[in-house]
Every structure is written in structure tokens, then in C-alpha cells.
């Protein structure tokens, strides 16, 4: 007849490795003659029978078993009376891929997904795990596999000689451990890693390229037996020079009955041990959330890759992750964009979105995307941010945002955020933070007009950061796990060596600058607005008056030497490491040295918090906050030689906060407001809140300040010893 196959009473028939195909009724035929028949049919192709792979006429003892075997219909038409089993079945929305299927020839192309896709027990001739069909792929059994545009999915065995034509076929051949070499050109596919612990290198990301041809993810590496063709566990795949561009995502696999959203534009990890992306560049993909790559339920290493122009139109333009760990270094994520509803981009927008998991992010540059640069935003993830430059356009983007459900640990060290991390909205009440020598100054790249973020000659961020964390690292508390530990030893995003010269701090950001300085230690740090990077030496001084402040905080010290020049941050002192008393001292006064707030965008000039301190020679200005705009003086510490102008605070303390028993000697306190509505002290606020007897005043004097109570001062629950000191043309809108 018309049947491929047809099976009559009492008989068994076996079908393994068989081709049935373009048949005029059915593939096989199961005749209703009531008597029973048993059929068992593995590792063969069902394809383009005219009604159909299978039909039965429900004869109640039949039997069909069915497994690791493609079919159209996937055995629809086989009766429910039957005993029927399946296990691991292809169906249509796989592309079978024959050689040439209208002259006759069934034999498989070597990227069809059929290709080693048999029972993992079964073998072909060569060795390998067994082909689907009759006609299995003729390829030795290698151990290195290669790819070229000029290579042949037909006739080559994968060899240097005569190389595959596409990606997916090295994929399919290859076997556990194997490594695959791929040359430069653009290859139009979408990769599916099969199972199998591999190794992919590209000529380079400029070379190769994989182009999802705006049809899919770009690579999905995964366990799942459903999305890897019957292969299963991935114990580590990795990926090697290339570039992935024009991804459209996949069905998020966590609800494969959902709404058909697509995750991970350039790669969909899920649900695998580990996967890792080295010299990779991801650009022009697109997705619901992770526009260049989402994760779950995987580990994911990410080193030396570029992720720029890809969207989302949820959250992660760039990443997105739930469960598992994320650590990625040497990295460069720039001018990604959120294209989702625009009422809701301030809950959605972000370049990194990370849900439970751990995360370690070290040397990398995030810049100029929009929203969030990180948005640690559900289920309680676990972040290290160390060594990173975090920055955006004004209006697009915004400082980064933890919100975890419960209590966990969020670690921040040796970062350039812009804005910085000190005024709020930044954390929730879940996340415990611990940081030091975190900056918000502009980090000064060579251009970011044409995507050069390489650090100029003059950026601050040279020798800023940290070349370690290991146990008993000081900021850290106990009990840390060792994911959160790191050394930096490898290459920045283009090769060269990190930590130069050697014996120097490593830079911030994903690429190191030459020009970097040796490491100092002494009592004694210096500062010179004049320098934009150094160690604290007298010969090369800090930059800028936190780097000093941070050094003396980790290695001790007992004064620093601020030489001329107006120091765009905001100062906070908490007392002496390691010495009796810490003295920060201007070299030539405070018409000199000038700490001016707005360019900082930090809030309040100073907060010295602290008895064993003397601040010296100073002028604050330009600070804002609720309150203590100028400065906020705590505990006793000594403060002379200051001016404090052109400050404003929104509640109280336009100029100075006091809080206990500080020392003031020859400080000018002008211009400076609290709100006129209802403001207080917009001069100097006291409050002494630690009933050591309230602050003295030697020569202070106070004029020209303006609040809604107490222009000049206002105390409250406090003592004010003052001494030779004057108030003088101060406005107060209802009281002093």
C-alpha cells in the first residue's frame, strides 16, 4: 500500500535507526484486526507522511512504544485504547534538515538537531552518541572541531582540513570535553549548547560573529533535556572570542505556559552549572528582561565582554538574573536602553537586575545606560560592588537601587558612583551595607562620544582601587562566605595587565591606565588638588581629601596635609585609627583650601563625628541638605580656622549642626540660610543631644544668616560657652 510500514496480527516489530518519510497515507499503519500487535520504534524520523506518522484503530491490546524519535504530529492519530508510551520525542517545531529531501537524500545536515540526539545508549558506527534516521552524520570522533564560512555542513568532517560550516553542527558532533574552533565571519544561527561540557573560541569579538538573525536567543545553554534536544546536564560551557548581535529572547522557561514573553536577547542561561563568556561583546539584542543575557537558576562568568546597545522592555537591558551567581569582571556596559512603557521606567529601567543569587562585580565600567545601573530588586540578593565606575546622563539615569526582601549584606569598596551612595534612596531597610572609599566624582574617560571609556591620563580613578579581599579584610564582618573574596590578577578589557606598574593600586573601571602609582603608607597624608591621582606621598599626594581619609581609616594615621586648591566633596571624619589624635589641616588657610558641596552633589560639606579630632583651616561652602548644610559637628572634637558660607539646609543649621561639646576657635560664619518657613538657626543650630556641657566659642563670628527662627543661632537644650565672639545683621522671619 501507501504506508510506509503496516503491521498485521500478532506480530512485533522493531524499528531502530529508520527514515520514514513522504509516505502517500501513514508512516506506519497499526490494522484494526483485533488481534494484539506491538510495535517499538527508537532513534527514527517520521517526516512528511501524507496523513500522518502513525495511525492505530484502538484494538485494546495493542502496544506502541515510542522514544528518542522525531514525528510531525507527535503519534496524534494513534488511538487511546492502545497501550502507548513515549519518552523523549522531537516534533515539528524542530527543523529535521535533510541533505536535499526532494531528490531523495534523507541524510542528515550536520546541524540538524537530530544529530546525536539517539538514545544515550546507542552509538553510530563512529562511537558517538547515535543519530536519528538512516543515513547518521559521517564524521570521525575528534577532539578538536573547526568552523569556518567556507566550511560544509554536508560533506565536512570537521576537521582543520575540511571544517563545518556552521556553529550548531560542532556543537552536535562534539563530545564531553571536546573544544571547537571557529573562524572569522558572520554566522547566522541560534545556538543551542547540547549537554555537553564544551569550549568555543572565536577568532575574536570583532570576527566572529553570531547573528540571531532577529529570530531567537543568540546561544541558550542549558540542562533541560526539553531545550537542549535530549542532552542534559552542563557541568561548564564557555565561549571565547565572539560577538552575539540581533537576539530576540526565548520563552522565559521558568512559565512555558505563560505569555510568551522573551528573555535573553544575546543568551538565555538557565537552569546549568556553569557557563562562561570571555572577550565576548554582546550588541543590538533585544528582550523582555535582559536584553544582552538572563540567567536563572545558573552561575554565569562574564570577563573582558562589552554589552552596549542592547534593550529590554522590562528590567536588565544588559543582565538579568534570578537565583544562582553572577561574577563579572574586565567588563565595559554602556548606552543600554530600557524601550518599555515609559510610565513605568522608574520601577523597571536598569542596566543589571539581580534577583536571589550572589552577585561579585569587580572592575567594570557601567555607564550611560538607562535607569538603575544596578537594581538588586527581589528575593535577596547578595552583592560586591568593588573597583567599579558607576555613572549615567543626567535624566536618564540614576544611582544604583538594593531593595532584598529580608536582611542581607550588600558590600561596596573602591567604587566611582555618581552621586554617591550618602543621601538616601539607595537602600532599603533589608540591606545591610558595608563600604569604604566609595567616590562620586566623574571618573574623566577619554571619550564617550564614540564609546571610548578607557581612563584619561588625568582621571582620578587611576590607583584608586583595591587589588584584594581576603579573610579579615577589616570591613568585612563575620562569617563572610568566600564568593565575596577576590584577588586581581588577570588582564583589564584589552589585555594589558592589571595593578601597573606593579606594586601600585589597581585603577577603577574595566581598563587600567599606565600611569599608575606605587602604594604609600605613613602617619602622615598629603593632598593636592594640583595631582589627579596618587598614593598620599609628599612626592605624589591624594587627589582629593577622602582618598586620604579612607587610607588613614585602613592603615592608620594621624594627620593630613591638604595643600591649596577648592575640593569638590563631602568630607566625613570619625577619629583617629591607631594614634591618639588625628589632625586634618589646610597648608595655607581657608582662603586657599576650599571644600565646596555642589559639585559633589553630596549634601552637607563636613561631618566630623569624634573627641580626638582637629579640623583646621578651611572653607565650607555650597553645601545642602535638612540640616547641618555647612557642617555637622559631633561629640568634642576642635574646629578652627574656618569660613563657613553660601550653605542652606532645608530644616535647621544653614551654616553648622553642633551636637555636644565641640570647640570653635576663629571661625566666620555668613550667608548661609535655613528655610524661612520653618527653619531654625540659619547660622548655627545647637542641639546637645550628649549633655557634655554644649560647645564653646573663642572668636567666632556670625553675621549675614537668615532663617524663619534664630537667624544667626539657635540653641535648644544646651549650654553655649562664647567667648570674644559677635553677631551681627542676621535676619530671623518670627524669633532671634
Not at 506491538?38 to 485494546?60: A, H, K, W
Request: charged share 15%.
Amino acid at each position: 500500500g501507501l504506508n510506509g510500514i503496516a503491521v498485521w496480527s500478532e506480530s512485533s516489530v522493531e524499528l531502530v535507526n529508520t527514515t520514514l518519510a513522504k509516505n502517500g497515507h501513514h508512516g506506519i499503519r497499526m490494522e484494526g484486526d483485533g488481534l494484539p500487535k506491538t510495535i517499538s520504534v527508537s532513534n527514527s524520523i517520521l517526516y512528511n507522511n501524507t496523513n500522518g506518522s502513525m495511525i492505530s484503530f484502538g484494538d485494546i491490546n495493542d502496544v506502541v512504544n515510542v522514544a528518542y524519535t522525531y514525528s510531525d504530529d507527535a503519534f496524534e492519530e494513534v488511538s487511546g485504547a492502545v497501550a502507548f508510551s513515549s519518552e523523549n520525542l522531537y516534533d515539528s517545531s524542530v527543523n529535521v534538515k535533510f541533505v536535499d529531501e526532494e531528490v531523495g537524500n534523507y541524510h542528515l545536515v550536520a546541524s540538524s538537531f537530530l544529530v546525536n540526539g539517539g538514545h544515550p545508549d546507542s552509538t553510530d558506527a563512529n562511537g558517538t552518541r547515535a543519530d536519528l534516521g538512516a543515513f547518521p552524520y559521517d564524521s570521525p570522533d575528534l577532539d578538536t572541531w573547526y568552523v569556518s564560512v567556507a566550511g560544509n555542513d554536508t560533506s565536512g568532517i570537521g576537521n582543520a582540513e575540511f571544517p563545518l560550516s556552521s556553529i550548531q553542527a560542532a556543537l552536535n558532533l562534539a563530545d564531553n570535553g571536546d573544544s571547537i574552533f571557529v573562524s572569522g565571519g558572520t554566522f547566522q544561527e541560534n545556538l543551542v549548547v547540547r549537554g555537553k561540557n564544551l569550549v568555543v573560541s572565536g577568532a575574536g569579538e570583532e570576527e566572529t560573529v553570531i547573528d540571531a538573525n532577529f529570530s531567537g536567543t543568540g546561544i541558550v545553554v542549558t540542562g533541560l533535556e526539553d531545550f537542549n534536544f535530549n542532552f542534559g546536564s552542563i557541568e561548564n560551557f564557555k565561549l571565547h572570542g565572539a560577538s552575539i548581535i540581533n537576539g530576540t529572547g526565548m520563552q522565559n522557561w521558568t512559565i512555558p505556559d505563560g505569555n510568551d514573553t522573551p528573555f535573553g536577547g544575546g543568551a538565555y542561561v538557565f537552569q546549568t552549572s556553569m557557563a562562561e563568556f570571555h572577550n565576548v561583546s554582546f550588541s543590538n539584542n533585544s528582550a523582555y528582561g535582559g536584553g544582552a543575557i538572563a540567567a536563572h537558576d545558573a552561575s554565569v562568568t562574564l570577563n573582558n565582554v562589552i554589552m552596549h546597545s542592547n534593550s529590554s522592555t522590562y528590567r536588565g537591558s544588559a543582565i538579568w538574573q534570578l537565583a544562582g551567581n553572577i561574577i563579572l569582571t574586565n567588563s565595559l556596559i554602556y548606552n543600554n536602553s530600557y524601550v518599555g512603557d515609559q510610565s513605568d521606567f522608574s520601577n523597571a529601567a536598569s542596566a543589571l537586575a539581580f534577583g536571589s543569587g550572589r552577585y561579585k562585580l569587580i572592575n567594570n565600567t557601567i555607564a550611560n545606560n538607562h535607569g538603575y545601573p544596578i537594581h538588586a530588586y527581589a528575593q535577596d540578593p547578595r552583592v560586591l560592588l568593588a573597583n567599579s565606575i558607576l555613572t549615567w546622563h543626567d535624566g536618564q539615569g540614576s544611582r544604583p537601587y538594593f531593595t532584598p526582601s529580608d536582611a542581607v549584606n550588600v558590600y561596596l569598596f573602591n567604587n566611582f558612583i555618581k552621586s554617591g551612595i550618602n543621601i538616601g534612596g539607595v537602600f532599603n531597610e533589608n540591606t545591610n551595607v558595608f563600604s569604604t572609599s566609595n567616590y562620586y566624582f566623574e571618573p574623566s574617560f577619554v571619550d564617550t562620544s564614540s564609546g571610548n571609556y578607557r581612563l584619561s591620563d588625568q582621571s582620578v580613578a587611576i590607583s584608586s582601587g583595591r587589588n584584594s579581599i581576603q579573610e579579615g579584610f577589616f570591613k568585612y564582618p563575620s562569617g563572610v562566605e568566600d564568593f565575596f573574596f577576590y584577588e586581581v590578577t588577570d588582564t583589564d578589557l584589552e589585555g594589558n595587565d592589571r595593578i601597573n606598574p606593579p606594586n601600585s593600586k589597581v585603577d577603577i573601571g574595566a581598563y587600567e591606565n599606565s600611569n599608575g602609582v606605587e602604594s604609600y603608607q605613613n602617619r602622615k597624608w598629603n593632598v593636592s588638588a594640583d595631582f589627579a591621582y596618587g598614593n598620599g606621598s609628599p612626592e605624589i599626594p591624594f587627589p582629593s581629601i577622602n582618598h586620604a581619609i579612607n587610607a588613614m581609616m585602613e592603615f592608620g594615621g594621624d594627620t593630613i596635609l591638604v595643600f591649596d586648591g577648592t575640593y569638590n566633596e563631602s568630607i566625613n571624619v570619625y577619629g583617629p585609627n591607631g594614634y591618639d589624635h588625628l589632625t586634618i589641616k589646610s597648608v595655607n588657610g581657608p582662603i586657599s583650601t576650599i571644600i565646596d558641596a555642589p559639585g559633589a552633589d553630596q549634601g552637607n560639606c563636613l561631618t566630623v563625628d569624634g573627641s580626638n579630632i582637629t579640623v583646621d583651616g578651611f572653607t565650607l561652602t555650597g553645601g545642602e541638605g535638612y540640616q547641618g548644610a555647612g557642617g555637622m559637628i559631633k561629640e568634642s572634637p576642635t574646629i578652627k580656622n574656618l569660613i563657613v558660607t553660601d550653605n542652606h539646609a532645608g530644616h535647621r543649621g544653614g551654616g553648622l549642626l553642633i551636637h555636644g561639646s565641640a570647640t570653635l576657635e576663629n571661625v566666620d560664619v555668613f550667608n548661609n540660610s535655613s528655610n524661612i518657613e520653618d527653619g531654625f538657626g540659619g547660622g548655627i543650630h545647637v542641639d546637645d543631644i550628649s549633655s557634655d556641657g554644649g560647645p564653646t566659642f573663642i572668636n567666632v563670628q556670625v553675621y549675614g544668616n537668615s532663617s524663619w527662627k534664630g537667624g544667626g543661632m539657635y540653641v535648644q537644650n544646651s549650654d553655649v560657652n562664647i567667648n570674644v565672639s559677635s553677631f551681627v545683621a542676621n535676619i530671623s522671619h518670627m524669633d532671634g
